[in-house]
T-cell receptor, first 118, second 112 residues
Framework: AQSVTQLDSQVPVFEEAPVELRCNYS??????LFWYVQYPNQGLQLLLK??????LVKGINGFEAEFNKSQTSFHLRKPSVHISDTAEYFC????????????????FGQGTILTVHP | DTEVTQTPKHLVMGMTNKKSLKCEQH?????MYWYKQKAKKPPELMFV???????INESVPSRFSPECPNSSLLNLHLHALQPEDSALYLC???????????FGPGTRLTVL
């Protein structure tokens, strides 16, 4: 089974400051990793994904994340946040089968609410 | 067309009603998913369809019945729901099981 821990339930930050949202996971098999953002009363939007290759992944809206296999972490970063980044952010994992492909089963962390203050 | 659409946006139903949620995508994706999201919680997977066949059922009660009539459409039939089933129901699709999922805006369901 897989589990995802988002270490901070809420992160307040001032506009134009850098931010890091932390995500650790536990899995007995290899996984794909994702970050999604959810604005109030909306669905989820994919920010970025790690499937294989370079451990530094760049996504939309200036976000990036680094996969650290030894620490089983996938922290999300942005060097300078905007008011419009205020939303809830979810880290998610998808376990791989013996053939190295996904079952399509996503397990989400509890979410981190990012609030950007002017 | 690069989005997943869901209808209705909101639904209020009684415990004896039968209703259906609809999800549609025209991206040529062959995998589709239903998730349930309770307030202030993450989405939880309910069902996975791949090439119109059910591949995962996460032990969902039988009062929820999924249906995939074609590769573009996914329905969730609801019958005899309980108030605790009130939630945001999210649909997602992906090119295949091995690709990232794209989510619709959700249907907010209230069971009275």
């Amino acid at each position: 089974a897989q589990s995802v821990t988002q270490l901070d339930s809420q992160v307040p930050v001032f506009e134009e400051a850098p931010v890091e949202l932390r995500c650790n996971y536990s899995s007995s098999v290899s996984v794909y990793l994702f970050w999604y953002v959810q604005y109030p009363n909306q669905g989820l939007q994919l920010l970025l994904k790690y499937l294989s290759g370079s451990t530094l992944v760049k996504g939309i809206n200036g976000f990036e994340a680094e996969f650290n296999k030894s620490q089983t972490s996938f922290h999300l970063r942005k060097p300078s946040v905007h008011i419009s980044d205020t939303a809830e952010y979810f880290c998610a994992v998808s376990p791989l089968n013996a053939g190295g492909t996904s079952y399509g089963k996503l397990t989400f962390g509890q979410g981190t609410i990012l609030t950007v203050h002017p | 067309d690069t989005e997943v659409t869901q209808t209705p946006k909101h639904l209020v139903m009684g415990m004896t009603n039968k209703k259906s949620l609809k999800c549609e995508q025209h991206m040529g994706h062959r995998a589709m998913y239903w998730y349930k999201q309770k307030a202030k919680k993450p989405p939880e997977l309910m069902f996975v369809y791949s090439y119109e066949k059910l591949s995962i059922n996460e032990s969902v009660p039988s009062r929820f019945s999924p249906e995939c009539p074609n590769s573009s459409l996914l329905n969730l039939h609801l019958h005899a729901l309980q108030p605790e089933d009130s939630a945001l129901y999210l649909c997602a699709s992906s090119r295949s099981l091995d690709n990232e999922q794209f989510f619709g805006p959700g249907t907010r369901l209230t069971v009275l």
